[in-house]
Every structure is written in C-alpha cells, then in structure tokens.
C-alpha cells in the first residue's frame, strides 16, 4: 500500500475520483503518519468495532433490549467469520463498505429509505461490488411489510451505476482479473456460467461452518472432503433448509435475508480468480449475529457466556494467521481450500524478503513443482540465482519462465534486466520491446529500454522512451533522465525545464539513472 504511488501521491482530488476512492482515501490518510502496518490493522479493528456498535443499535431498534443490544454487538466483534476481513488490510475495502451498508439497514428499519440511498453511494464509493447491497435494501425493506412494488424500485440505483461505469466493469468482467493471472501462469478463473455455479456451491456449502468458525482459512475457506456432486447436493441442502426455516419461522427471514444478499453475490457474475473468498462475505455476519439473536433470545448468561468465550478464542487463534507474511501464507498451505501453488509462492517471496534465501528456495521449487508455467516463483529463482552470483543458472531460468509464460510482460522485464547484467544488450531491448508490446503501461521497461537507448547514443529515441516512462510515473530518476537525453539531443532550454527540481541539489545517482558520477557536475550546471 505504501508502494503505491496513488496513495502516497498528495493528490487529494485524485483519490476521491478513483475507483473505491473512499477507501483509498482512507490509506492516503494513514500515510501521513508512521508508515507501519500495525496502524492500517488497528485502523480495520477500529472500523470493525464502529460496526459492532451498529449491529448494536439495529438489534436495539429491533427487540427494543438493551443488554440483548450489547450482547449482540459483542458477538459481532468477537465472530471469526470477520477476521479474514478485518485481519487483511486490504480487507478495509469490505469492512468499510459494510460500514455504510449497515448504516442503511438501520435507516430502512427505523423508517427512513431515502437517506439508505446516500449510504448504498459511499457503500459503492468503497468497494465496487458493495452495487449489491441494493438487494440487501430492497429485501430489508420488503421485510419491513414496504409494498413489493416500492421496494423494488432499488434496482434503480444499480442500473444507474451500470450506465455510467459501463465501460470499466466490460473492461473488469472480461480482462482486469484474469489476465494477469493466466499470463503468470496461474490457471485465472472459469468461464461462466460455470464460475458463477461454483462460487454458488462453496459458499453455500461453506457457509453452516463459517457461522461456527470452522472450515476457514486466511487466503479462502477451507476445504471440504466431498466429491463433485454431492458438493453440489449439499449446498442445495442448505439451500432448502433455509428456506424451510425461513417459511416455519418468520422470525429467521431477516438474518436469513441479510446472510445470504450481500456483495458476494456479485462474484456470481464477475470472473474472478478465486472462486471462495471469505471477506468477501464480511457483511453477512450482521445475518449471522441476528440469527445467533434470535437463537438464545431469552437464555440466560449460562448460554452466553460459554458462546462468547468459544467465539473470542477461535477469532483470537484466527487472528494469528495476520502477524506477519510467513504466518499468513503457513496457515493457507494448512488450512486452505483449493490449488497450492500461489500460496507455496507467496511464503517464498515472505523468506526471501527475511533474506532467508534457502527456506525461499524450497518453497519456489515446491510451487513449481505444483504449477511448473508459475512465472512469479521461476522469476524469483532467478532472484536468487542471481544474489547467489550463479547467473547462467538465472539467465536460463528466465529463459525457461519467457518460453512457458510469453504473455508474461513482467517476466520479459526481468528477463531484460538480467541480459543486461551479462553484458547482452541488444537481447536486453529485445526483451523491454517484447514486455511493452504486451503491457504499454511498464514505466520501468519505458525507462530501461531508454537507458540501452541513451548508451548507444541513440538520444531522440531515447528521449521518446523516458517521455513513455514519465507519463506513467513521476519518479525523480525517470525525470532526470528525460532531462539528460533532451539536453544530449541539443534541446537545452527543455532539459533545463524538465531539470529544474534538481537544481542546486547534490542528487544520489541510481542504477535507473543514465548520467555516471562523473557527469553529475556538468548535469548541475545545465539546470542553472
């Protein structure tokens, strides 16, 4: 997150005009401060725990008891089901999203529907799948005994949303999840309808165990020991058995209905890479405290109390999953459902930032040795290699992860990077041309396909190259590099343009950086 420039850029106007601008916003916020990651986790709990404060309130408005209304705020927080949400910083995009939603559930039950529509916005604004909560609205507020024909006029608002984001979410359905996965060598997502049944089937399979705090996993639920078909017979169990619920008793369609309407029921519809995804689903353990609700409504403390302690020590060991990147990925290689190889590949990349470079090779092998066309965990061999100074050995693995995986622009970038170590140049460009042909927007490729450029003299085209890579991204050695070949092609007054941040500074030289030591004084004297 603090890598990325959209959050660290200062651009305020342009945080909000992004995609789950809001959400973003509130990471641009957090960067101001000690760039630490406890603090984006204690901002989630934070969040998390404003949502339990209003599951209190709803139960409150609901049953018009208030120990019954701390009790279940209580539960909410304390409910495993919501760490993987609130665990994963990146998860805030869920968490907040629900912020809202909840917001506008309580707004439709206390007899306020037009002000929800504010909330289902800033729901949207920080998550885009948050679209759905309009189901959620609509079937609250047909619960609320609202004529069908009146709560119905919710589907409004999400055809409004797909009439002016019409565009993106093509572009989103057909390209944006899969493509990189499949070019990685990761097998991406099925096609539909198939995509859609299977995200139907794990979930509602999964879904009796997530409300128990079993079967889950860090990355996606865990993994449930049925054959294809019964898999699919036992999600229409459930299926049944909460209608039937919902029919004998009444008192169970609200939980039921805010269970099972929610933002996952997007993923239906959108290709995404994984097809179980429990933040996802993050919203619906409002669903599942209301159902526990009205499960013990009228028990006394000898049946809360035993439930509270079981719920806060299964979230306490779930939590543990979320202490450092090594415990992330070792508790989805334990507990997690579905193939292995991205999780084997991830705990690799977690040692080798330890420098622990034998335990990271083991684990890039016993990725490979699952998905032999992974192309993060051969690029990260190379890495390796490469540290190791075995650079024919790094060389031909790259070699080997371009022949596997041609579609993979990172991995033609790497592999440029590492012929222009053994001395290979014009391999090299070849290489960066290869990377932008398939992905245009490489800022890195633009800028190393300018320096080859730039040292055979080559300065105009040199100049186009660095021109690419600034327009993709404002870094300062980007910059002076512009700034150097406009001034070796003779067009001094732009260079001094382009140069003058620089001015009167003693900049550090880089290995993205064209100008040598030598030449930092002369390069000086052009920006005054």
Not at 65 to 84: E, S, Y
Not at 325 to 347: F, I, T
Not at 471 to 481: A, G, H, K, Q, T
Request: proline share 6%; glycine share 8%.
């Amino acid at each position: 997150i603090l890598a990325n420039e959209h959050v660290t850029s200062g651009n305020w106007r342009e945080h909000w005009r992004r995609w789950r601008g809001l959400t973003l916003t509130t990471f641009a916020l957090q960067a101001l401060w000690p760039k630490t990651s406890r603090g984006f986790h204690l901002a989630n709990l934070m969040i998390h725990a404003l949502n339990g404060i209003q599951v209190q309130r709803i139960v409150l408005l609901i049953y018009k008891d208030a120990i019954l209304g701390i009790l279940a705020g209580l539960l909410f927080v304390a409910l495993p089901f919501a760490v993987n949400a609130a665990g994963y910083i990146a998860g805030r995009y869920a968490v907040l999203s629900a912020t809202f939603a909840f917001l506008g559930v309580w707004l439709i039950l206390a007899g306020y529907p037009f002000p929800a529509i504010c909330c289902w916005i800033w729901a949207v604004w920080a998550k885009e799948d948050g679209v759905v909560y309009a189901a959620t609205f609509a079937a609250v507020q047909a619960w609320t005994g609202t004529p069908w024909y009146f709560a119905a006029l919710w589907i409004l608002p999400p055809i409004l949303f797909g009439l002016v984001y019409r565009a993106h979410i093509v572009h989103y359905l057909k390209v944006a999840n899969d493509s990189g996965m499949t070019q990685g060598g990761l097998p991406g997502s099925l096609p539909q309808p198939e995509h859609g049944g299977t995200v139907l089937v794990e979930t509602l399979l999964h879904y009796p165990f997530w409300m128990l705090g079993l079967k889950q996993a860090p990355y996606h639920g865990s993994g449930i020991p049925l054959p294809g078909r019964m898999r699919a017979g036992g999600a229409a169990l459930v299926l049944a058995l909460s209608f039937t619920l919902a029919v004998l008793r009444p008192e169970f369609r609200l939980p039921l209905i805010l269970i099972y309407t929610g933002p996952w029921l997007a993923y239906l519809f959108i290709r995404a890479p994984d097809a179980l995804m429990e933040w996802r689903n993050y919203s619906s353990t409002l669903g599942v405290t209301l159902f526990f609700v009205e499960l013990f409504r009228g028990s006394g403390p000898w049946i809360w109390t035993p439930v509270l302690i079981y719920m806060m020590v299964n979230t306490c060991w779930q939590s543990t999953a979320w202490r450092s990147p090594e415990d992330l990925w070792g508790a989805v290689l334990n507990r997690g459902y579905g193939e292995k190889s991205r999780a084997w590949q991830e705990l690799g990349a977690a040692h080798k930032d330890q420098n622990q470079l034998a335990e990271a090779e083991v684990c890039f092998r016993r990725a490979l040795d699952l998905n032999p066309n992974l192309a993060p965990a051969m690029r990260n061999l190379a890495v390796i290699y490469t540290i190791r100074g075995q650079m024919e050995a790094a060389t031909g693995m790259l070699a080997d992860c371009v022949h596997r995986c041609p579609l993979s622009a990172h991995s033609w970038d790497h592999y440029g990077m590492l012929l222009e170590m053994v001395q290979r140049p014009g391999d090299a460009e070849a290489a960066y041309r290869r990377c932008l042909d398939l992905l245009p927007a490489t800022d890195h490729a633009w800028n190393r396909l300018g320096m080859l450029l730039f040292a055979r003299q080559s300065y105009t085209e040199a100049k186009d190259s660095f021109a690419r890579a600034v327009r993709l991204s404002r870094n300062p050695d980007y910059v002076w590099n512009l700034g150097w070949a406009a001034k070796e092609s003779g067009q001094s007054e732009e260079a001094r343009a382009i140069m003058a941040p620089f001015a009167g500074k003693d900049v550090p030289m880089t290995t993205e950086m064209v100008a040598p030591p030598a030449m930092r004084a002369q390069m000086q004297g052009v920006t005054r």
